[in-house]
């Protein structure tokens, strides 16, 4: 079984920023790539960032210049550093791993960007 917990949401002032932690526990061999997702309510769960073993990224164009995807390999952890938060970021954020072939999710963690 593997577990994923993601932290560091909350609300956050337009302009500022959040750093989402995401924390693999269980049975992990090698994490292939970790991504974090993100869903405002009423709308379809859409990739935010991407990063893989080799250290290679993607972003979505919405966060390209604000936000910063890595990971800590030893530590079986993923950041996703937000800067310059906009309203349009509110939502939940879901992390994500690919072991070999399987994927896993984890409960997402709220952000809200409000004044």
């Known amino acids: 079984q593997v577990q994923l917990v993601e932290s560091g949401g909350g609300l956050v002032q337009p302009g500022g920023s959040l750093r989402l932690s995401c924390a693999a526990s269980?049975?992990?061999?090698?994490?292939?790539?970790w991504g974090w997702y993100r869903q405002a309510p009423g709308k379809q769960r859409k990739l935010v960032a991407h990063?893989?073993?080799?250290?290679?990224?993607n972003y979505a164009d919405s966060v390209k210049g604000r936000f910063t995807i890595s990971r800590d390999n030893a530590k079986n952890t993923a950041y996703l550093q937000m800067n310059s938060l906009k309203p349009e970021d509110t939502a939940v954020y879901y992390c994500?791993?690919?072991?070999?072939?399987?994927?896993?999710w984890g409960q997402g963690t709220q952000v809200t960007v409000s004044s």
């Open positions: 990063i893989t073993t080799a250290g290679s990224t």
């Open positions: 994500n791993i690919w072991i070999g072939s399987s994927s896993y």
């Open positions: 269980g049975t992990i061999l090698s994490i292939n790539t």
